[in-house]
């Protein structure tokens, strides 16, 4: 098989037609490297090298573009790198990448469950759902509830709910298919029944205290 022409794309990239026909995309660098011009002859398998060499390339500069603007759990990137390339070399890279300590999923588990806690207001059923989407390790988020579950007290946790209730829910409180709404609402962000329920004693006492008065 011949390669009849290399023509420049836009960018760094350049076609390669072998017997006429487009077959693979290559950058300028791997053009030299590969000795890879007119006039060459190639086989299937030295094509199918070149190709995976390419998407390689182009995968490790999408990798570093990706987390060059946001931290990414490992599962997260493989899984963003496998829609324009093949999941193994998406693990390839993905692999190359926490090597290189561009990716730390204990460093960035922490950092990601303190920010759906602090921030988000998140409980931990709806902390341990999120953190599963990014697809970190099951052992590794249940340490991580656990650390926050350590780092936080009931009366914590209470606090959170109240100021939850407080910023959304408390319009809702008067009558009891709004407390049941109230409730459902505090559960979807993960927040355990029983605690919920010790939250909203607080404001059964505040109430009491208003008729007292």
Not at 17 to 24: I, K, Q, S
Request: with cysteine.
């Amino acid at each position: 098989m011949l390669v009849t022409a290399v023509e420049k794309r836009k960018g760094e990239g350049y076609a390669v037609f072998v017997e006429g026909e487009y077959a693979l995309m290559l950058n300028e660098e791997t053009l030299l490297t590969e000795k890879i011009r007119a006039g060459v002859e190639v086989t299937p398998q030295r094509l199918d090298e070149l190709q995976k060499k390419a998407e390689l390339r182009r995968t490790r500069e999408r990798a570093l573009y990706l987390l060059e603007k946001k931290s990414y759990a490992k599962e997260e990137l493989t899984q963003k790198l496998a829609r324009t390339s093949c999941r193994e070399t998406a693990e390839t890279v993905a692999a190359r990448m926490e090597e290189l300590g561009l990716l730390n999923d204990e460093d960035y588990a922490r950092r990601f469950a303190d920010h759906l806690w602090r921030f988000k207001g998140y409980g931990a059923g709806r902390i341990r759902q999120e953190m599963s989407r990014k697809g970190l390790d099951r052992e590794l988020i249940s340490r991580e509830l656990e650390r926050l579950g350590e780092e936080n007290t009931e009366e914590d946790v209470a606090q959170k709910l109240c100021a939850l209730i407080d910023r959304k829910y408390l319009r809702f409180l008067d009558d009891p298919k709004g407390r049941n709404k109230t409730i459902q609402a505090l559960q979807r962000l993960g927040y355990a029944y029983e605690d919920i329920r010790r939250a909203l004693q607080y404001y059964d006492h505040s109430e009491e205290e208003d008729y007292a008065d």
